[in-house]
């Protein structure tokens, strides 16, 4: 896994406040601080990908911080006051080094219809058109949820005959065509096991974080949440991961997307070494974690080696 930061730096606009930043006299003596570096305009500092562990990203947390911004926003302050994304890239042998990871396959294969009907399952209905033909395996990517993992042809085959503990392979809905060619046909992996609920907090399009299970109305989105990062990782408790017995795909409990839609897979070491070794296909694995104990995961601004100066903010110190 690499990791990538982005940090963006602005004076606020008298004419729309609501977008954040500092005020004039903060943003001067904190560009004072880091005049030698590139990006810096009168009013604007962006650090452009910068990789984990580059002295620059703590150079610039540290001007932030002396003077008086809070950068692990322990107060939950609106708006930001700097704005900084993590962006983390996985390959195969991410999903081959951890006991369970999310499937992550870059090739894009299907699409989903314009309204994001779905079937009874959460799989959502797809358009006929799946090309090209002779991509056996990709995933349909704009589901505003988890991308969903498609198959056919000859790794279908493989998976049907593999014995994969918890495995379904569901024939979506396709919409807009009265019949569907054989040829065009795909099958969507999933799973007849649910996972327990995750550790991780959900957090809404409005920012708000919950657990996804103790909110009544989920209609304002779910996106799993491990602090300012692209795409979470998640943690579970090891002792209910075992209470479920061995199991090489699950489902998550918790449904994303912009209307809390559909589940994701998680799949074991052992489907990652099936697809990656024995099918050859080029399918990344974003890790879950199991821990031993309840703490909420949360990753603050700081990258390593600094990560021990993380803590979770008090206003999120909750089970």
């Known amino acids: 896994m690499t990791e990538n930061y982005f940090i963006d730096v602005h004076t606020v606009n008298a004419q729309r406040p ?13 560009a004072s601080q880091i005049s030698d570096l590139d990006r810096l305009e009168v009013d604007r500092f962006s650090l ?8 620059r990203i703590k150079r610039v947390l540290d001007a932030l911080t002396s003077v008086g911004v809070d950068v692990m926003n322990r107060t939950g302050f609106k708006p930001k006051q700097f704005f900084m994304r ?10 081959l080094a951890a006991p369970y990871a999310v499937p992550d396959h870059s090739k894009f294969l299907g699409e989903v219809v314009d309204d994001y009907a779905q079937d009874e399952n959460g799989i959502p209905h797809l358009k006929a058109a799946l090309k090209p033909l002779n991509r056996d395996c990709g995933s349909v990517q704009d589901t505003r949820g988890s991308p969903i993992l498609v198959v056919r042809g000859r790794i279908k085959t493989a998976l049907e005959n593999s014995g994969m503990k918890g495995l379904r392979l569901v024939e979506p809905v396709f919409k807009g065509r009265t019949k569907v060619n054989e040829s065009e046909k795909i099958w969507v992996v999933w799973s007849s096991i649910t996972l327990p609920p995750m550790k991780n907090l959900c957090r809404d399009e409005s920012g708000d974080f919950y657990k996804y299970l103790e909110r009544e109305q989920i209609g304002r989105g779910c996106k799993a949440w491990e602090g300012e990062g692209i795409p979470a990782e998640f943690h579970y408790r090891q002792d209910e991961i075992s209470r479920i017995g061995d199991f090489d795909l699950a489902l998550t409990v ?3 997307g912009d209307f809390a839609r559909e589940p994701c897979l998680v799949g074991s070491r052992n489907f990652f070494r099936f697809m990656i070794e024995e099918l050859g296909q080029d399918l990344g694995g974003i890790p879950v974690h199991l821990d031993e104990d309840d703490t909420i995961p949360w990753i603050g601004p700081y990258c390593a080696p600094w990560e021990h100066l993380n803590k979770i903010p008090n206003w999120l110190n909750f089970k």
């Not at 609501?18 to 904190?30: E, K, P, V, W, Y």
């Open 254 to 256: 918790e449904r994303f």
């Open 48 to 55: 452009l990908s910068a990789p984990s562990g580059d002295l």
């Open 18 to 30: 609501q977008l954040g930043g500092l005020d004039t006299s903060m943003f001067a003596a904190f």
């Open 86 to 95: 993590r962006a983390r890239a996985y390959s195969p042998q991410d999903g």
